[in-house]
């Protein structure tokens, strides 16, 4: 029901609006080699893993639209429906549950796609991992 609720709400929001409204659709295919590692480097040399990210450049995440509209993005699924990011996976290994999230971050024009386990081996993951569609839904007021 939650993952209903925002384009739901973004939808009453687009038919209500006086002011002319823009929407932009992108989509991203994102391949195992390019994923980069975000590291936290300990003194003793030591380091640790803690996700993966793909930036891209969206020209349409404008400043404007990140103070007055919104930006959705979602996993295009082999099952061919969307899922809305954050969007959680759960796995069991040899009886060890662990969960897989992919999330995503903006700034003005650019999305960067984020990928962690919630045991901190997504460097185990990502090794497994394939390639991957999204979609981006930017709404301009």
């Known amino acids: 029901m939650k993952k209903l609720l925002l384009p739901i709400l973004a939808m009453v929001v687009l038919m209500t609006g006086c002011q002319k409204s823009h929407v932009f659709t992108t989509y991203y295919t994102v391949t195992p080699d390019q994923w980069e590692k975000?590291?936290?480097?300990?003194?003793?040399?030591?380091?640790?893993?803690?996700?993966?990210?793909?930036?891209?450049?969206?020209?349409?995440?404008?400043?404007?639209v990140i103070d007055n509209g919104f930006v959705l993005a979602y996993l295009c699924t082999e099952q061919g429906y969307?899922?809305?990011?954050?969007?959680?996976?759960?796995?069991?290994?040899?009886?060890?549950?662990?969960?897989?999230?992919?999330e995503y971050d903006i700034r003005p024009g650019e999305i960067d796609f984020i990928i962690k386990d919630n045991d901190f081996h997504t460097d185990q993951s990502i090794a497994t991992i394939g390639t991957m569609q999204f979609k981006v839904v930017v709404y301009e007021d």
Do not use: C, H
């Open 38 to 64: 975000s590291i936290t480097t300990y003194d003793d040399g030591t380091y640790v893993i803690n996700y993966y990210y793909s930036a891209w450049k969206n020209a349409d995440i404008t400043k404007s």
């Open 82 to 102: 969307d899922e809305l990011l954050p969007y959680t996976t759960y796995f069991s290994d040899n009886g060890n549950l662990y969960q897989e999230r992919l």
